[in-house]
């Protein structure tokens, strides 16, 4: 694994540090008038979320871990593991439905999923950015509620709450983004 200065970590970097594996989530470089500049990295612990903040040296090392991304297709969930399927060995891999966090009523079947490997470990599942889903129920519109930015509730096929525009009705096919958690378009 290559090993980088502490003024070279950057957001979305993979550290091997304190024999875990950390995401940079921020990084801030700090240059006191006192003493050598240093890089302030909030990080968050891959295997079970913990968070840190630690300060790197620019003349500290650091091991950067590269993770393996492979697109495989959801086919079924059970007894609360997700189960993928890689399109072109046709394995099966289980996965803990928690690695998918509060987006997991998003995952539809046959959807490709972005699995981050390190090794045979299975880190990280992301979904794509947006998601057709039908509205299942909706208040009626509020007559002279049409203002730019009034929305009402909503709740959709996959039993998420989110805030729909007035003029999308029961039954509709719209994108949400997965990620805000909010209405994006009409389907």
Wanted: hydrophobic share 35%; aromatic share 8%; net charge negative.
């Amino acid at each position: 694994m290559p090993k980088i200065n502490g003024n070279e970590i950057r957001p979305g970097n993979v550290l091997e540090h304190d024999g875990g594996l950390w995401g940079a989530v921020k990084v801030n470089h700090v240059k006191p008038g006192k003493g050598g500049a240093f890089a302030q990295v909030e990080m968050k612990n891959l295997r079970d979320g913990r968070k840190l903040n630690e300060r790197f040296r620019s003349e500290d090392k650091v091991e950067r871990v590269r993770l393996d991304q492979k697109d495989q297709q959801f086919l079924y969930e059970s007894d609360g593991k997700l189960v993928f399927m890689d399109n072109e060995t046709f394995e099966q891999t289980e996965l803990d439905a928690d690695l998918l966090g509060d987006r997991r009523p998003f995952l539809q079947d046959g959807m490709i999923a972005t699995i981050e490997y390190y090794g045979e470990e299975a880190l990280s599942v992301s979904i794509p950015q947006k998601v057709t889903c039908t509205v299942a129920e909706t208040e009626p519109v509020v007559k002279g509620q049409t203002a730019a930015n009034s929305y009402k509730p909503a709740t959709l096929d996959n039993g998420v709450r989110i805030m729909i525009p007035p003029f999308v009705g029961e039954g509709e096919a719209i994108v949400v983004n997965t990620e805000a958690f909010e209405y994006s378009e009409r389907a």
